[in-house]
C-alpha cells in the first residue's frame, strides 16, 4: 500500500454508499456461531431497518443478543492481474454496529417501509401529484421491521490510481463524538 489518506468524517460518504447499496449483510450472534444473512434494506437518519416474517432465527438471536453489525459494499473495474501486481479490487465498504430491536412506534415503521418501497420500485420515488404512491398504512402489522440503531459506521475505500494502490478509512461515531480515522497496514 503506497498511499493512505486519512479523514476527519467520511459521513456523509458512508451514507451516500449505503443509500445506493441495494444488498447489506447483517451479523448476528448465536453463542460461538456467527450468523449472516443478506437482506434488502433502508438507512434513515442513523437507522437501518429492514422486514421480515413475524417469526425465524433472525428475530430469535436478536433476542438473544440484539448487538449486531451491517455489512455493505460496491465495487468497480476488475480485479487486477494475479501474476505481475497484487490482487486487488477497487471497491468501497461500510461496516455499521450498533442494536437491532423489533420496531413498535407505527410512524417510523411506516417510515422504513415507505422507503423500502421507494429504494427498489420507482412509482414510490415519484411524488403522489406525479402518479407516485404511498405505502399503505394499513398494511403495517403484514410484516415484521427490525430497525439497527447505528452507534459506529465505518468505511474504506480502494482504487488504483496511476498504479499505486490509495486506500482511505472513515470512521464515525453516531452516538455523540466523531472518532479521528485511522489506515493501519495492508488490507
Not at 172 to 186: I, S, T, Y
Request: glycine share 8%; with cysteine; aromatic share 10%.
Amino acid at each position: 500500500m503506497k498511499k493512505k489518506e486519512l479523514t476527519q468524517s467520511g459521513l456523509s460518504i458512508m451514507e451516500q454508499i449505503l443509500n445506493r447499496a441495494e444488498v447489506g449483510r447483517l451479523g448476528l450472534s448465536d453463542g460461538a456461531t456467527p450468523y449472516v444473512i443478506p437482506l434488502n434494506f433502508a438507512y434513515l437518519n442513523g437507522k437501518i431497518g429492514f422486514h421480515c416474517t413475524w417469526e425465524g432465527k433472525k428475530l430469535e438471536l436478536i433476542a438473544q443478543n440484539p448487538r449486531c453489525c451491517f455489512e455493505v459494499d460496491e465495487y468497480s473495474g476488475e480485479v487486477s492481474y494475479h501474476y505481475d501486481a497484487p490482487c486487488h479490487l477497487d471497491y468501497d465498504s461500510v461496516v455499521a454496529t450498533g442494536t437491532a430491536h423489533v420496531e413498535q412506534d407505527e410512524e417510523m415503521i411506516w417510515q422504513f417501509f415507505q422507503a423500502l418501497h421507494a429504494k427498489y420500485k420507482e412509482i414510490y420515488r415519484k411524488p403522489v401529484e406525479e402518479g407516485g404512491r404511498l405505502w399503505d398504512r394499513k398494511r403495517l402489522r403484514e410484516c415484521c421491521c427490525v430497525v439497527i440503531d447505528v452507534e459506529e459506521l465505518t468505511g474504506r475505500r480502494e482504487r488504483t490510481v496511476e498504479g499505486e494502490r490509495s486506500k482511505i478509512m472513515w470512521q464515525h461515531n453516531l452516538m455523540g463524538q466523531e472518532k479521528r480515522k485511522v489506515g493501519k497496514g495492508k488490507p
